[in-house]
């Protein structure tokens, strides 16, 4: 059993900035792939970001790469999330999971564990 909390979320303007963090207890955190997810009001959970355990792997979807980063600290069993030059569009309640599998999925139903999530909004 794997435990994921969230934090780092909040108000912010557009342009600006916000690192989320996920912190993981449980099973061996380095073991697992990681992943951001996020739902915005009345839309369909997506895929944001993942990484592998080793960090040499990390994808990203195409409406936040070039301005989201992914990473992880394998001894502090966190994940990180950089956000920057941020929209309203990415208005959403950002999730952190789980995958305890090999390669990196987009899919949320392959992931196995989820945080409760953390609300991000950005003002235009």
């Known amino acids: 059993q794997v435990q994921l909390v969230e934090s780092g979320g909040g108000l912010v303007q557009a342009g600006g900035s916000l690192r989320l963090s996920c912190a993981a207890s449980?099973?061996?955190?380095?073991?697992?792939?990681m992943g951001w997810f996020r739902q915005a009001p009345g839309k369909e959970r997506e895929f944001v970001a993942a990484i592998s355990w080793s960090a040499r792997s990390r994808n990203y979807a195409d409406s936040v790469k070039g301005r989201f980063t992914i990473s992880r600290d394998n001894a502090k069993n966190t994940v990180f999330l950089q956000m920057n030059s941020l929209k309203p569009e990415d208005t959403a309640v950002y999730y952190c999971?789980?995958?305890?599998?090999?390669?990196?999925?987009?899919?949320?139903?392959?992931?196995?564990?989820w945080g409760q999530g953390t609300q991000v909004t950005v003002s235009s």
């Open positions: 999971a789980a995958r305890f599998a090999s390669g990196i999925s987009y899919h949320s139903y392959e992931y196995d564990y």
């Open positions: 449980g099973r061996t955190f380095s073991s697992y792939i």
